[in-house]
């Protein structure tokens, strides 16, 4: 039995999605944020040292990282490759481009427009507030939401072009691209101006699998 170390909140949740995708049994060990920083629990270090989630243990084996959990069960489970396309092709070389584009790009600005966005509401003194606040609305100006921006353009594009990230065909990428555009709808500008984004995520929402996802997951928002 595969057991998930899933947090709260978290991209833990498109693990769960890709093992209701793949029609894995696993079993979910949930983990809550603390309620005022809202990081990981201490107990999640028990698991893997660095303490975060997800973390997957399936027998003997031990893995973290989104990314490396997919690449893990896609190896071992999807035989009939289901969930990526064959080696070689287009398609497969879209997949593994998304498929790493999600934690390696995507998510790097995302993080950094909330991490800025809670210095620019963060309580201090009354007489640093201006100085806190320009620099972050700086920071968030010159090379945030630009970033942003462009990389939206871009996957508007890409999905202008082919209705999944890999293709004509649902794949594990998509999978992946899940987070980071969740996040982007939620606090980063992903709004009617994508219409192709928006369709996507609709689409992804509808699927049987997703649903059965959050079920198994507990409640689900982005943090903001």
Do not use: C
Not at 37 to 45: G, N, Y
Not at 102 to 113: F, H, N, Q
Not at 145 to 165: G, K, R, S, V, Y
């Amino acid at each position: 039995m595969i057991v998930v170390h899933h947090l709260e909140n978290s991209r833990s949740q498109r693990v769960l999605w890709l093992l209701e995708e793949l029609g894995l049994a696993y079993e979910v060990k949930r983990y809550e944020r603390d309620r005022e920083t809202m990081l990981a629990p201490p107990e999640l270090k028990r698991v893997h040292p660095l303490g975060k989630s997800p973390v997957i243990v399936d027998g003997a084996v031990t893995v973290a990282e989104t990314g490396a959990i997919a690449e893990y069960l896609l190896d071992t489970y999807d035989s009939d490759g289901r969930l990526r396309p064959p080696a070689g092709t287009e398609a497969r070389r879209r997949y593994t481009y998304w498929l790493h584009f999600a934690e390696g790009s995507a998510m790097p600005p995302l993080l950094m427009k909330l991490v800025f966005d809670r210095v620019r509401s963060a309580p201090v003194p009354f007489f640093i507030k201006p100085v806190v606040k320009g620099i972050a609305d700086k920071v968030t100006g010159s090379f945030i939401a630009p970033n942003i921006a462009a990389q939206l353009a871009f996957m508007e594009a890409e999905l202008a072009a082919h209705p999944w990230f890999a293709g004509e065909a649902f794949s594990a990428a998509d999978v992946m691209m899940s987070f980071p555009l969740e996040a982007a709808a939620a606090r980063a500008g992903l709004d009617a101006r994508y219409p192709k984004l928006q369709d996507w995520l609709k689409r992804v929402h509808a699927r049987a699998a997703y649903g059965r996802a959050l079920e198994r997951g507990g409640p689900y928002s982005i943090i903001g």
